[in-house]
């Protein structure tokens, strides 16, 4: 599966913006997607996943509350709503693939960068 990323930008603090992630191949509904994020000088770390039909999400601490992830099978198409942004935030943005809820990371597509100004 062949994935990309977009809709991220800069944004204040407080401020919102919605990630989206294409996916290519008719077997998308067959992967659990999953977001990460990689801050300047800092490891790589999840930020949330989303199981096959979309019923089951899970987050970091970080972001709970605050994010929401969902997908649309017959796009081949998931999101990331980022609400309530704060500087800490700012990363660049991978989605990312796999075959089930404890292996999602197989497939990575090209990162997107969110800025938050404080």
């Known amino acids: 599966v062949q994935l990309q990323a977009c809709g991220g930008g800069l944004v204040q603090a407080g401020g919102s913006l919605r990630l989206s992630c294409a996916a290519s191949g008719r077997t998308f509904s067959a992967y659990t997607m999953a977001w990460f994020r990689q801050a300047p000088g800092k490891e790589r770390e999840f930020v949330s996943r989303i199981s096959r039909s979309g019923v089951s999400t899970s987050y970091a601490d970080s972001v709970k509350g605050r994010f929401t992830m969902s997908r649309d099978n017959a796009k081949n198409m998931v999101y990331l709503q980022m609400n309530s942004l704060k500087p800490e935030d700012t990363a660049v943005y991978y989605c990312?693939?796999?075959?089930?809820?404890?292996?999602?990371?197989?497939?990575w597509g090209q990162g997107t960068q969110v800025t938050v100004s404080s």
């Open positions: 990312t693939a796999g075959p089930s809820l404890s292996q999602y990371s197989d497939y």
